[in-house]
């Protein structure tokens, strides 16, 4: 039997060490621990698939919170049925005690408690990633009734620029010294060429 964990966060600008701190002191060794940085809306993620591939009946697998497993509810719930049925392995959610397969009497009783729980912190999980997207697009759009303009930000050329891109365009700057002069590499140059050849030419 092996004790395996799983740690997520939305982006990649997020950090994984708080969850990644509590499996350690749980005494779970870092190559049984297994994290991604994407969005909980689905399963489709390469360190969660990697977990699967090597939890085995018998083995356990620590959580810190439940909606570091998803945040889709009708998801949870199937993923736990599939580990703790399926494979046959324990859940333990640090956060949540009573979310512990091993220690749960096998009886009706607290078999219906913890699929309360497990559906309650799911519906949760889920609702929560609702009303961030909620919050989200009133903002987008209270934002954009004041004139805020959103993506990429159009790059205002400067008159030295334009005069080096010109030149290559004209064929009396050769490309590399263009490219030197502005300080672009090849794919980076030719873009701002073909949008300079739409705005300017």
């Given at each position: 039997m092996?004790?395996?964990a799983?740690?997520?966060?939305?982006?990649?600008?997020?950090?994984?060490?708080?969850?990644?701190?509590?499996f350690?002191?749980?005494?779970?060794?870092?190559?049984?621990?297994f994290?991604d940085?994407k969005s909980?809306?689905?399963?489709?993620?390469?360190?969660?698939?990697?977990?699967?591939?090597?939890l085995?009946?018998?083995?356990?697998?620590?959580?810190?919170?439940?909606?570091?497993?998803?945040?889709n509810?009708?998801?949870?719930?199937?993923?736990?049925a599939y580990?703790?049925?399926?494979?046959?392995?324990d859940?333990?959610?640090l956060?949540?005690?009573l979310l512990?397969?091993?220690?749960?009497?096998?009886?009706?009783v607290?078999?219906?408690?913890?699929?309360?729980?497990?559906?309650?912190?799911?519906?949760?999980?889920?609702?929560?990633?609702?009303?961030?997207?909620?919050?989200?697009?009133?903002?987008?759009?209270?934002a954009?009734?004041?004139?805020?303009?959103?993506?990429?930000?159009?790059?205002?050329?400067?008159?030295?620029?334009?005069?080096?891109?010109?030149?290559y365009?004209q064929?009396?700057?050769?490309?590399?010294?263009?490219?030197?002069?502005?300080?672009?590499?090849?794919?980076?140059?030719?873009?701002?060429?073909?949008?300079?050849?739409?705005?300017?030419?």
């Amino acid at each position: 039997m092996a004790t395996y964990a799983y740690g997520r966060v939305s982006a990649r600008d997020q950090n994984l060490q708080r969850q990644i701190a509590a499996f350690s002191a749980y005494g779970i060794p870092k190559n049984c621990i297994f994290t991604d940085k994407k969005s909980g809306k689905n399963f489709d993620r390469d360190g969660y698939q990697r977990l699967l591939k090597k939890l085995k009946s018998g083995d356990l697998l620590v959580l810190k919170s439940i909606d570091r497993l998803g945040r889709n509810y009708q998801q949870i719930i199937a993923e736990w049925a599939y580990i703790t049925n399926t494979i046959g392995a324990d859940i333990l959610v640090l956060d949540m005690p009573l979310l512990d397969t091993r220690t749960q009497p096998n009886t009706l009783v607290n078999k219906f408690i913890t699929d309360i729980v497990l559906q309650i912190l799911s519906f949760v999980a889920q609702n929560e990633r609702e009303n961030i997207k909620a919050r989200q697009a009133d903002g987008i759009k209270v934002a954009k009734a004041r004139g805020v303009k959103f993506g990429r930000p159009k790059r205002e050329y400067s008159a030295e620029f334009l005069h080096v891109a010109n030149g290559y365009i004209q064929q009396t700057i050769p490309s590399k010294l263009a490219m030197e002069k502005l300080g672009l590499r090849k794919d980076n140059f030719y873009y701002h060429i073909r949008r300079i050849r739409k705005l300017y030419v």
